[in-house]
Structures are given as C-alpha cells and as structure tokens.
C-alpha cells in the first residue's frame, strides 16, 4: 500500500513580507516574496511560475548573517502567482531561526 503524504501544515506560520531567492538546479533565480513563514515552511508570491513537487534551494534574509539557507519543495499553487513550499532537510539552527521567526 503506497504511503500518503500530508500537506496539512503541523507548524504555525506567521505573515510576513521578506525578500526571498529561489534557486533552481537550472536557470536564473526566482526572485520573490514571503508571505508566511514557519519552522516548516513558507508560502511566497513569484512572478515567475513554480511546479508543483519542484525542489529548490532559497536564501531568506529575514535580518539575519548569514540568511537562512536550505531547501524547499513546492506544494501547490494556492492562488495566483501564490505557491505553498515545505522546508526539506534544514540544518537545526536555521529550524529554530524560522521557529523564532513564526514566534514573533
């Protein structure tokens, strides 16, 4: 039987505009916008398309040096030029920074 992955958000997010790069295995950088984030995610508006399950890495500056790097996969588009992006793989301290972050 295949295992099913949820979507449902385990994590609280918190509203917040920060400027946030997206890099991709090929291409130029997606320049974009946060909308939320949390310790497990973020949603960010892009003016440029996403696909959905695409892995790609990101830098959010978020007042911090260095910013927060890691990996993200994107979820859904959740409206227009609105995609959903759930962290993969993060490094402790850059889950407790988000953590922090979403407390604010």
């Known amino acids: 039987m295949a295992q099913q992955v949820s979507e449902r958000r385990r994590a609280p997010r918190t509203a917040m505009k920060l400027e946030c790069t ?3 295995r090929k291409g130029a950088p997606v320049c974009c916008r946060t909308i939320d984030v949390g310790p497990g995610g973020m949603s960010v508006a892009s003016d440029r398309p996403l696909a959905d399950d695409e892995l790609v890495a990101f830098d959010l500056p ?4 260095p910013p927060l790097t890691g990996s993200a996969r994107v979820l859904r588009q959740q409206a227009h ?3 959903a992006l759930r962290f993969e793989a993060l490094q ?3 889950r407790d920074q988000l953590a922090r972050l979403a407390g604010r």
């Open 22 to 24: 997206l890099h991709r």
């Open 62 to 65: 978020a007042g911090t040096v």
């Open 81 to 83: 030029r609105v995609y």
């Open 92 to 94: 402790e301290p850059v």
